[in-house]
């Protein structure tokens, strides 16, 4: 039996996994976890921030599991260790522990010990990870400045098809992000599954901007409702356009802009 005791289930766009919350864990436990975000985002990216599960020889002592099919949770590849609080290289994804990731919008995790050693356990924290497609743009904006961004050549045609465009949206450190709309004509559809608009907070890594696993700023966007002014917590934002591939369900598209809004220390 995968779970003899049942499963937890998580659910929410964005969130942590502690086990066990004080104290130690005990002996031979097997516990388990079903985490599930939107199935609006592309999949989920995961941080583990401590981990003090004792190690043995191919973690047959005690040890955390991950996968994407309940039945074959049991089988994945097992994970064991004893790493302080935030070390170096705790961010892991979906697909292995090798920091690639599967589309899908439901992940699981299975943890035993045995009867001997026990240590803390784990805590880990996971957030939707969004789609990221198309060239893009950043925009830099100083302290007095208002930049405008949008969808190409809004204020003369439609957006086409099958378009995709990224924009990360930056303004001087100890300002947020302040973005206002003008234009906001696309597609509606139930849960903005066609053509959307999407924000998050940003930060630059090395490989480029995490935009797409960054917090949360607002969900799909779509339709012809105008949305209100936007801020961030930071002084990043990225933006994700996407159409899909109708052409006759395509519409004026957004124009918006944005500038340094308050100071947050």
Request: glycine share 10%.
């Amino acid at each position: 039996i995968v779970c003899p005791n049942g499963i937890t289930n998580i659910t929410a766009p964005s969130g942590e996994l502690v086990y066990p919350e004080s104290g130690t864990y005990g002996k031979n436990e097997t516990k388990c976890w079903r985490i599930t975000v939107p199935d609006t985002y592309y999949g989920i990216q995961y941080r583990i921030s401590r981990l003090e599960v004792e190690m043995c020889s191919d973690c047959k002592c005690d040890s955390l599991q991950r996968g994407t099919i309940y039945s074959n949770l049991h089988q994945e590849l097992k994970f064991c260790g004893r790493n302080s609080y935030n070390y170096v290289g705790g961010y892991i994804s979906i697909n292995y522990w090798r920091r690639d990731y599967t589309v899908g919008s439901t992940g699981y995790f299975r943890f035993v010990s045995d009867d001997t050693a026990h240590y803390t356990g784990f805590k880990l924290t996971f957030i939707a990870k969004s789609r990221s497609a198309g060239g893009i743009n950043y925009l830099n904006a100083t302290e007095d400045e208002t930049i405008e961004f949008g969808t190409p050549k809004v204020d003369i045609e439609n957006y086409p098809s099958s378009y995709a465009e990224q924009w990360i949206l930056i303004v001087p450190e100890g300002r947020n992000v302040q973005i206002d709309f003008d234009i906001f004509e696309l597609e509606d559809s139930e849960g903005c599954k066609n053509d959307y608009v999407e924000f998050r907070e940003a930060s630059i890594v090395a490989s480029g901007s995490n935009g797409d696993i960054g917090p949360i700023l607002t969900g799909r966007l779509c339709g012809n409702t105008k949305p209100n002014s936007i801020l961030s917590q930071g002084n990043m934002v990225w933006v994700q356009f996407l159409s899909d591939s109708n052409s006759t369900t395509v519409n004026k598209g957004f124009k918006a802009s944005f500038k340094a809004g308050v100071l947050y220390r």
